[in-house]
């Protein structure tokens, strides 16, 4: 059995046509514990998160999961992370933005790609379909694709990559980001050609690595080794777990 837990990144019902699998709202600390207590999947998915304003997902727990003999993979947003994270401990991560992470690049851009809030988004309710900010790694490879379409010259992408980068996670959006490129005194005709070329030029990096995950647990290909490591149950661990193991 396999599940897999995403939220704003790619809608469940479009993710039930990639693969067969119990799908879960956004991983939170113990989601995937109880995950594994109460399906015992033999692949675990892990594409979005929670984090902020609740105890994120845990490390943990996904190394318990590994200790089992259970596939673990991320993509895409926590799960880009926390693959990035564990891969020494045998998590699988697929996509750029793992890799960006391990590499600690997103190329075309020089600087550091290494910060949570790269991939980090604010998103509404399921029930009105997780409706989110623009996530800046999506706005990065969106800059790339017009510099390589010859819409942006290179000094122009990474300016409004640097505009990008200095908002809040939660305030960036294409209105925004358009609106302080123009603040900051980009040419008017250049920002005219982006937003013409944006509706079909967007490229979203995180829902096209959150498919290429779920296609490989579709297709069976997410090979792991078995555990490398000692799997400690500490106090932590248990006074965190036990009590909900007892239930």
């Known amino acids: 059995m396999n599940v897999v837990f995403l939220g704003p990144t790619l809608p469940a019902a479009?993710?039930?046509?990639?693969?067969?699998?119990?799908?879960?709202?956004?991983?939170?600390?113990?989601d995937l514990y109880r995950a594994?207590?109460?399906?015992?999947?033999?692949?675990?998915?892990v594409v979005d998160g929670y984090f902020e304003q609740v105890p994120a997902l845990w490390h943990k727990e996904i190394l318990a999961a590994l200790a089992q003999g259970i596939r673990v993979a991320g993509a895409a947003?926590?799960?880009?992370?926390?693959?990035?994270?564990?891969r020494a401990f045998g998590m699988i991560g697929v996509?750029?933005?793992?890799?960006?992470?391990?590499?600690?690049?997103?190329?075309?851009?020089?600087?550091?790609?290494?910060?949570?809030?790269?991939?980090?988004?604010?998103?509404g309710p399921a029930e009105l379909g997780y409706p989110a900010t623009d996530a800046l790694v999506d706005i990065r490879a969106t800059l790339a694709a017009a510099a390589r379409a010859g819409v942006l010259d290179r000094t122009t992408m990474l300016a409004i990559a640097?505009?990008?980068k200095a908002l809040f996670y939660k305030d960036r959006s294409w209105p925004t980001v358009l609106e302080r490129a123009a603040?900051?005194?980009?040419?008017?005709?250049?920002?005219?050609?982006?937003?013409?070329?944006?509706?079909?030029?967007?490229?979203?990096?995180?829902?096209?690595?959150?498919?290429?995950?779920l296609r490989r647990?579709?297709?069976?290909?997410?090979?792991?080794?078995?555990?490398?490591?000692?799997f400690e149950r500490t106090l932590i661990w248990e006074s965190a777990f036990a009590p909900a193991a007892g239930r």
């Open 14 to 30: 479009e993710a039930a046509g990639l693969c067969d699998a119990f799908f879960l709202p956004p991983a939170r600390r113990g």
């Open 36 to 45: 594994v207590e109460a399906h015992h999947p033999t692949t675990i998915a």
């Open 77 to 86: 947003s926590m799960g880009a992370l926390r693959a990035a994270e564990l």
């Open 95 to 123: 996509g750029r933005v793992f890799e960006a992470y391990v590499e600690g690049r997103f190329s075309p851009f020089e600087e550091p790609f290494e910060a949570d809030d790269e991939v980090a988004v604010a998103h």
């Open 162 to 164: 640097a505009l990008a």
């Open 183 to 213: 603040a900051a005194g980009i040419d008017t005709g250049t920002l005219a050609d982006l937003r013409a070329w944006l509706p079909a030029g967007r490229v979203a990096q995180k829902r096209l690595d959150a498919e290429a995950l």
């Open 217 to 230: 647990v579709a297709e069976g290909t997410l090979e792991s080794a078995p555990p490398a490591f000692r």
